[in-house]
């Protein structure tokens, strides 16, 4: 497939995050059966804005912080993926997202496309007010960009339900008329759905249980080492516990905590809400989040960021099965290494799809002013969670390819087909 090089001619999106998300895409092309023309077409997001988003600080003055969306594709329907307020934001890195988030929605067979978006700040140096008035200023800079139909922004890193209600309310302020679908992750008084938080942590052990079961491996006997405990890694550290397993490890920003007769999890959350993070805790062994991934367990669930496993330390991990709950936390050398010693990866783009496919449900309901329960959300996320699961692990067997190639190669042929019938304008 003709590309450009981003040695010779670099696009503004051509992080290395970005440009790992288009080699995975690229190793997988062999397999998906598409034409040259769809394959170049999607190898690129559609639209990429950059804003300029002013703050005033709660001294008066003002400060002015970089805002981006990256739409990546349109073909299947609107665009969809979070809003993130991190240092690190930059266009490639929503640009890498965004791609993702095409495929794991076309993965779910969700009517959607992917997209990304934030602002490079570190929200922790922020008031409240301050996220409040910086939120809104963002959310009118991108009115032009986002909607129902055309894109809908959901939380991400260091946003939450508050951050959405902001946005909802900013957009539905300019619109002139409550329109609670245009984003998703809200409160449930403002149109939220039940089991939205807990979805993405909860879908990735319903994930890793269907691969526990294909491998002959119960998950209730499987020790378990779950790096982040924030929305993905606690919740999932909550379901792996209440399913039996034993959580051994766990880490998030402050560090890692390691037991091998297992962690009291009710313990660990009661301690954060009360701490506001693990920092303190003394009731097992600490070590840093690196030296967590490296030690002895069953299953390793990787929910914190991108690139925490590498070539550096791939080899030195003893998991018989890694889960990731992040996004682009394996990079293309630990993905060999892993597939060298027959450690099976579950990928971002399948394990953590429980979050856009709930998203998904809270939009129809928005859209139908109708709402589930609980038990219904959650029965119709085991639905799309197994049938998507089994989908990627019957093309893994038929093409004796990685998890990882077969879950982008059924993506890749989902969105390729749609691309097909609509063409290419003009």
Not at 140 to 149: A, D, M, T, Y
């Amino acid at each position: 497939m003709a590309h450009v090089e981003a040695t010779q001619h670099p696009l503004e999106w051509d992080s290395p995050l970005f440009l790992m998300a288009r080699a995975q895409y690229e190793q997988s092309l062999p397999f998906a059966d598409i034409s040259p023309d769809v394959a170049e077409r999607l190898a690129y997001p559609e639209r990429a804005v950059i804003v300029s988003v002013p703050l005033r600080r709660d001294d008066g003055s003002i400060e002015v912080f970089p805002g981006y969306r990256v739409q990546h594709s349109s073909v299947l329907g609107p665009t969809k993926g979070g809003i993130r307020y991190d240092p690190e934001v930059s266009l490639g890195e929503c640009a890498a997202l965004a791609t993702w988030m095409t495929w794991k929605c076309a993965l779910l067979r969700l009517p959607y496309g992917g997209a990304k978006g934030g602002i490079r700040v570190d929200p922790r140096a922020l008031s409240q007010r301050e996220l409040e008035r910086m939120t809104r200023r963002f959310t009118s800079e991108l009115v032009r960009e986002i909607g129902p139909q055309t894109d809908i922004p959901a939380p991400d890193m260091a946003t939450n339900e508050q951050t959405m209600a902001w946005m909802m309310d900013t957009y539905s302020m300019l619109k002139g008329h409550a329109v609670p679908e245009v984003v998703t992750g809200k409160p449930i008084s403002v149109g939220g759905s039940i089991f939205r938080r807990e979805a993405t942590g909860a879908g990735v052990v319903m994930t890793a249980e269907r691969a526990c079961e294909r491998l002959d491996l119960p998950l209730p006997e499987q020790r378990c080492i779950v790096q982040g405990f924030g929305n993905v890694g606690g919740v999932a550290a909550t379901e792996l516990h209440a399913k039996g397993a034993t959580v051994v490890g766990v880490a998030d920003i402050s560090g890692g905590l390691h037991d091998p007769n297992g962690l009291d999890v009710a313990e660990l959350h009661a301690y954060v809400a009360e701490h506001g993070s693990l920092e303190g805790y003394d009731r097992c062994e600490r070590v840093t989040g690196e030296e967590l991934l490296e030690l002895p367990c069953d299953v390793l669930f990787v929910a914190a960021r991108e690139d925490q496993l590498t070539g550096e330390n791939a080899g030195r991990v003893h998991a018989r099965l890694v889960v990731e709950g992040a996004n682009g936390p394996t990079t293309l050398e630990a993905d060999a290494i892993f597939a060298e010693r027959g450690i099976p990866v579950v990928p971002d783009i399948l394990a953590n799809a429980g979050g856009v496919t709930v998203s998904y449900f809270e939009w129809v309901q928005d859209l139908g002013r109708l709402f589930w329960d609980r038990d219904e959300i959650r029965n119709r996320l085991a639905d799309k969670m197994t049938d998507a699961f089994d989908r990627v692990w019957s093309v893994s067997v038929e093409k004796s390819i990685t998890m990882r190639q077969s879950a982008m190669v059924a993506a890749i042929r989902e969105v390729a087909g749609a691309l097909e019938a609509r063409g290419i304008y003009p």
